[in-house]
């Protein structure tokens, strides 16, 4: 028996670990795919002290960068990885399905019941990874590419969000298909500008706030590895401005700051959604808590932040676009 464990999910290894040319040792999990752990860090970072929430979220980030190695410098910005609503999870499944299951029509069988069992026995270290069949291991992997808990939660993903009223998925007993709507759904997501460096950002022109976008927003983006653009021009109640138009078409995925509520940036949130292109919300605190957003945007997860605490929403912005694989591998 297979006595090593994966140093984030626990699990048992499916394959014993080797190092690479660099010394790192190298990994292949079940759950978190085929990873690397640089020596330094393999040593340094407290594995077995690590939250549940934690082990989740880098071993379903590490599914979504197969090959990627963690090192001194990003273990800390994995081990704080915010952890995506329900609907991103849900977007991040429906995306792993089209790609496994490419034939519109195609039955996608899985045996909740079964595997489950098989899960909670590999936990458990009652089972090893070699003795599992191929659907067995497919269904653990949907655990990692959903960002799922546990079982579950995989099950709340596909069967109460995703099979809503035959929205995105239809099921009958084990067997599911992508509906049409899951097809359109998935272009939309697709089609937009995916190798495009550009990310275009909307907030009313105030000089306070362009200070802080300077400083922390835009280092953010960079750090990223995007280009950041922002318009600097005064509200008007002219049409938008073309060439606002034209960057946000071109753009990877777009900053919104609703901080003040400038129609103009509600406008351009818009707009984007419109064509299918992510928006990260952004809002200063006391804004957001007084008077707030408006209404058809407030149920929409949004990143607070302080002006006298700039390196926290810098943070917390890198790893939202890193959450929502949008971020360099």
């Known amino acids: 028996m297979n006595k090593e464990n994966c140093n984030v999910c626990q699990l048992p290894l499916a394959d014993k670990s080797h ?13 978190c795919g ?57 977007e991040k499944l429906l995306q792993f399905l089209c790609a496994k299951y490419p034939n519109p029509g195609q039955l996608i069988k899985i045996n909740f019941a079964n595997n489950h069992y098989i899960f909670e026995s590999l936990i458990k270290h009652e089972k090893e990874p070699e003795s599992l069949n191929k659907e067995q291991k497919e269904y653990i992997s949907l655990i990692a590419h959903s960002w799922a808990h546990n079982s ?75 280009t950041p653009k922002i318009v600097d021009k005064h509200e008007h109640n002219n049409l938008i401005d073309d060439e606002i138009i034209a960057l946000i078409r071109q753009s990877r995925f777009m ?14 949130a818009g707009f984007a959604l419109g064509l299918g292109i992510e928006v990260i919300r952004l ?17 929409y997860p949004v990143l607070p932040w302080e002006f006298e605490k700039g390196k926290v929403l810098q943070k917390n912005l890198e790893n939202k676009i890193i959450v929502l694989g949008l971020g360099n591998k």
């Not at 800390?76 to 991103?88: F, G, Q, S, W």
């Not at 969000?161 to 939309?188: A, F, H, M």
Request: glycine share 4%; net charge negative; charged share 25%.
């Open 19 to 31: 190092y690479d040319e660099t010394g790192a040792s190298v990994f292949k999990c079940i759950k």
């Open 283 to 299: 809002c200063e605190s006391n804004f957001f808590k007084n008077p707030g957003l408006h209404f058809d945007q407030s149920h």
């Open 34 to 90: 085929r990873f690397a752990i640089e020596e330094k860090a393999l040593i340094t970072v407290p594995w077995d002290e690590i939250f549940p929430d934690q082990r989740t979220k880098i071993s379903s980030w590490l599914r979504e960068n197969p090959g990627a190695k963690i090192t001194t410098s990003n273990n800390i910005r994995l081990l704080n990885l915010p952890m995506p609503t329900v609907a991103e999870k849900a």
């Open 255 to 268: 900053i919104a700051d609703y901080t003040y509520n400038s129609c103009g940036v509600y406008y351009e």
């Open 152 to 226: 579950q939660e995989l099950k709340y993903i596909l069967n109460d969000y995703l099979c809503i009223n035959r929205k995105y998925l239809y099921c009958q007993g084990e067997n599911y298909k992508i509906t049409p709507e899951g097809w359109v759904k998935l272009d939309s997501i697709q089609n937009t500008n995916i190798n495009s460096r550009l990310v275009f950002i909307a907030m009313k022109f105030d000089e306070q706030l362009k200070q802080f976008s300077e400083s922390y927003i835009e280092p953010a983006i960079q750090n990223t590895g995007y």
